[in-house]
């Protein structure tokens, strides 16, 4: 940090201070953003062991054998059947269970809450053994349906712990009324809590669909056809098995990194949130 | 790679707002409660609690292909004396001080300065959380092509300042450090939950160390940071974790080669599911589930972060 007692050399200060950051900014995003750059150039352009930064001249080869060549429109559809399914999955299974742990008295709510939010403290990535048979056993192993189910269970427990919290800072008087009047449980649950619980709903909703297209260690575990791989998978096959292709690999991360940036500019009031009250416990 | 914990930190308290139906179940509504616990419970009974009890007890069996065969303990007795295992325990851990050591006070070092809201701090916060939101296996190809030995950037500029290139991640003495270097300035995310932090702390202090002729530097080292104990807790509890589950870019990248330089926990337990050592698989997995618990647990209880918790 600059010390402000350099006040003799405040354009030094503030030199110092952005040239830090930019430094961090180019460590933080160089190699990716090389890549993004190289994407747009030709097979021997990248393979040029001298060859300049930019692309000269510019080509659109790159992605054009990524859709032709590779198919990449099916992988990033996938993505999109898991990632949406999923998604919704963790949202509605998270809130139905979020709402009466979070507002109402039953037997064994606080065995609920517990264990709903401890499912969190388990690295799912040491069960890699019985996911497969469990999925196996029940006829999910390598189906669309059975990924989308997957990942709404894995990202269940992060779903209810924050819409919990957010449902819980909602004050008590809200459904008192309705109670009063003798409305149904889903009654109240669909007309009074769900447009409140908006906020909560949309944080979760960006954060598992960033985590879920992110996701790579079980789409390898569970799916073995490649008409069921995700993009992640597709962009792994690019290191080792796809035929040789430079301009599509680079292509091919390029345009799979771009739709969870896209989400996070857009949404990123909630990422930011979300991220801070969910991990800081 | 991004992890989170724990119960909820602030709780409203529970017990005085729901006074007016602490009778018991609001009547009518237990049905309705039933059904929608069902959902949630189903998938963790699944997909977690099943698993976890399957986990560690098929630990202690020979589990392959022809079956399963209680063993007792001879699982745990064969991984202290595997050679593999404990080279893996050794990177995980590498792993995760690289986080702590680099990583972290990066990230906090960026926070202070842009906690002083310069010219630009949104611009610089969003741009630096944006690695944050790639994913592993892009990361793992980006980086294929960086330490590429015949046309990656990295042999460019270590050439032009005359030093000699190296095969990054073929080569035994730089394949750790290579891997380890793919995430190190990856530091949004702790960016932000200490920038978070630091809103969040009173004004007061730091006016009053001001008043007392502190420096900007003293300030910062002497009543911030000190201050920033339980996020900074947060922060290496999360590094930790997400080192004990690192798999995607090491398996990509490596597979845990060259001659098991770069292999984690994770890619150990994966290599050994592959090859249909089930039940010493599981062995693995348990010490992982267990040292993630028990991370949680100490770390919590170093820092103090469950006090303002339930």
């Not at chain 1, 196996?136 to 990202?155: H, N, P, S």
């Not at chain 1, 269940?156 to 003798?182: C, H, K, N, T, W």
Request: some cysteine.
């Amino acid at each position: 940090m600059i010390s402000s007692r350099h006040r003799v050399f405040p354009a030094l200060a503030t030199f110092a201070r952005y040239g830090a950051l930019l430094v961090l900014v180019l460590a933080a995003l160089g190699p990716t953003l090389w890549v993004v750059v190289s994407s747009f150039k030709n097979q021997s352009q990248i393979l040029a062991p001298h060859g300049s930064v930019l692309p000269n001249p510019g080509t659109l080869h790159g992605y054009r054998d990524v859709f032709v060549e590779v198919h990449l429109d099916r992988y990033l559809l996938n993505s999109f059947i898991y990632s949406v399914g999923g998604t919704l999955g963790a949202m509605v299974a998270g809130l139905l269970a979020a709402y009466p742990t979070a507002r109402l008295q039953f037997p064994f709510r606080h065995a609920f809450t517990i264990v709903f939010s401890l499912a969190l403290a388990i690295p799912i990535i040491g069960l890699i053994v019985p996911e497969f048979f469990i999925m196996r056993d029940l006829g999910l192993l390598d189906t669309r349906i059975g990924l989308v189910i997957f990942y709404g269970a894995m990202f269940f427990p992060l779903s209810f712990v924050i819409q919990r919290a957010f449902l819980a800072s909602l004050p008590y008087e809200i459904e008192e009324a309705a109670i009063m009047d003798g409305a149904g449980y889903f009654t109240i649950l669909g007309r009074i809590i769900v447009p409140l619980a908006r906020p909560g709903l949309v944080t979760v909703g960006v954060l598992v669909f960033i985590f879920i297209w992110n996701e790579f260690f079980f789409a390898q575990l569970l799916t073995i056809s490649i008409d069921n791989f995700n993009i992640q998978l597709a962009l792994a096959q690019f290191v080792s098995t796809f035929e040789r292709n430079d301009t599509g690999a680079l292509a091919g991360a390029t345009l799979a990194m771009t739709v969870p940036i896209a989400a996070f500019l857009l949404l990123q009031r909630y990422v930011v949130a979300g991220l801070t009250s969910g991990s800081s416990r | 790679m991004i992890v989170t914990t724990g119960a909820p930190r602030r709780r409203p308290s529970t017990t005085t707002r729901r006074r007016r139906v602490s009778g018991g179940v609001p009547r009518g509504m237990g049905w309705g409660i039933a059904l929608s616990l069902l959902p949630g419970t189903a998938l963790v009974a699944t997909f977690f609690l099943i698993p976890l009890g399957v986990v560690v007890a098929t630990s202690f069996s020979h589990w392959d292909v022809v079956g399963a065969s209680y063993t007792g303990l001879t699982n745990y007795r064969d991984l202290l004396s595997d050679s593999v295992f404990w080279h893996a325990a050794r990177n995980t851990l590498i792993y995760a001080a690289a986080g702590i050591f680099l990583q972290i006070p990066l990230a906090i070092f960026v926070a202070l300065i842009l906690s002083r809201r310069p010219f630009g701090w949104r611009l610089f916060r969003t741009i630096l959380f944006v690695p944050v939101v790639i994913s592993g296996a892009a990361y793992a190809l980006i980086f294929a092509n960086f330490y590429n030995a015949s046309y990656g950037p990295l042999n460019r500029i270590v050439e032009s300042i005359g030093l000699g290139g190296h095969d990054w991640l073929f080569e035994v003495n730089t394949a750790l450090l290579a891997v380890a270097g793919t995430y190190v300035f990856n530091i949004g995310f702790f960016m932000i939950l200490v920038m978070a932090e630091i809103t969040a702390l009173p004004v007061a202090v730091s006016e009053a160390a001001v008043v007392d002729g502190a420096s900007s530097l003293q300030r910062d080292l002497y009543v911030t940071i000190p201050l920033l104990r339980h996020v900074i807790g947060t922060c290496v509890l999360l590094s930790l974790l997400s080192s004990l589950s690192f798999f995607d870019i090491v398996y990509i990248l490596t597979s845990g080669g060259p001659a098991d330089a770069t292999v984690s926990l994770t890619v150990y337990a994966f290599r050994e599911y592959a090859s249909g050592r089930w039940g010493y698989a599981n062995a693995i997995g348990t010490v992982i589930v267990l040292v993630g618990f028990v991370l949680i647990v100490t770390t919590r209880r170093a820092f103090r972060l469950g006090s303002r918790a339930t």
